[in-house]
């Protein structure tokens, strides 16, 4: 596989389950990102890994848990999550660094919604 | 902070004609400036950037765009539109120091009739 992979494509859950969105990487980027992307609305970016340490984390509510155990895996735990939670979640990469300019690749997304 | 306006939220177009997509940003310094294009379902797959050098910039799928500083824009543009460029389009912004923090625009809607 080439890119960024996210799974699953779609998920449909309660306000009480506990789920979690995946995310691989197969370009070798040492960042890692976590974008919403609700209708009508700019992307909003949630989470920020650097080499595998959270570098931000834009005021997102704690029932969205990342984890990023190591540079090609990013990981978000879902718990308790709202009905306005229903989202694109995608998943993006980039090369930090000196010379390099934040171009991010971006995964399919996670069509999620709450019920 | 840097910020960026897509000031048409929906264009029509038909097949065949030319397309202009606009893109104004705020930022202080030089800004890195990307456009993206979003397929129903799909992710974001970038069309071109531009961090310095030649303002006119090619992309895939030929698209243009061209980075004017006196008026802080970064508009997008195709000569001949095909029924496959029906997309949501979207002007992102960065910096050398951003770490791909890209601030986004809230999306052009591109409709090409027949």
Same mark, same amino acid.
């Given at each position: 596989?080439?890119?960024?992979?996210?799974?699953?494509?779609?998920?449909?859950?309660?306000?009480?389950?506990?789920?979690?969105?995946?995310?691989?990487?197969?370009?070798?980027?040492? !960042?890692? #990102?976590?974008?919403?992307? /609700?209708?009508?609305?700019?992307?909003?970016?949630?989470?920020?890994?650097?080499? &595998?340490?959270?570098?931000?984390?834009?005021?997102?509510?704690?029932?969205?848990?990342?984890?990023?155990?190591?540079?090609?895996?990013?990981?978000?735990?879902?718990?308790?999550?709202?009905?306005?939670?229903? !989202?694109? #979640?995608?998943?993006?990469? /980039?090369?930090?660094?000196?010379?390099?300019?934040?171009?991010?690749?971006?995964? &399919?997304?996670?069509?999620?919604?709450?019920? | 902070?840097?910020?960026?306006?897509?000031?048409?939220?929906?264009?029509?177009?038909?097949?065949?004609?030319?397309?202009?997509?606009?893109?104004?940003?705020?930022?202080?310094?030089?800004?890195?400036?990307?456009?993206?294009?979003?397929?129903?379902?799909?992710?974001?797959?970038?069309?071109?950037?531009?961090?310095?050098?030649?303002?006119?910039?090619?992309?895939?799928?030929?698209?243009?765009?061209?980075?004017?500083?006196?008026?802080?824009?970064?508009?997008?543009?195709?000569?001949?539109?095909?029924?496959?460029?029906?997309?949501?389009?979207?002007?992102?912004?960065?910096?050398?120091?951003?770490?791909?923090?890209?601030?986004?625009?809230?999306?052009?809607?591109?409709?090409?009739?027949?």
């Amino acid at each position: 596989e080439t890119g960024v992979t996210q799974t699953p494509r779609h998920l449909v859950m309660g306000m009480t389950n506990k789920k979690s969105l995946k995310c691989e990487q197969h370009l070798g980027h040492n !960042a890692m #990102y976590w974008y919403k992307q /609700s209708a009508k609305k700019p992307l909003e970016l949630m989470f920020v890994y650097s080499l &595998e340490e959270r570098v931000e984390n834009n005021s997102v509510p704690s029932r969205f848990s990342p984890e990023c155990p190591n540079s090609s895996h990013l990981f978000l735990h879902l718990h308790t999550l709202q009905p306005e939670d229903s !989202a694109l #979640y995608l998943c993006a990469s /980039s090369q930090e660094g000196t010379g390099n300019t934040g171009e991010l690749f971006f995964g &399919e997304g996670s069509r999620l919604t709450v019920l | 902070a840097q910020s960026v306006t897509q000031p048409d939220i929906h264009i029509t177009v038909s097949e065949g004609a030319s397309l202009e997509l606009r893109c104004n940003y705020s930022y202080g310094a030089t800004p890195y400036l990307f456009w993206y294009v979003q397929s129903p379902g799909q992710g974001l797959q970038l069309l071109l950037k531009y961090f310095s050098g030649d303002t006119l910039v090619q992309g895939i799928k030929g698209f243009e765009a061209e980075f004017k500083r006196s008026q802080s824009s970064f508009n997008l543009r195709k000569p001949s539109v095909h029924w496959s460029d029906a997309a949501e389009y979207f002007c992102a912004v960065g910096a050398s120091d951003s770490w791909g923090k890209l601030q986004f625009g809230a999306g052009t809607q591109v409709v090409v009739t027949p």
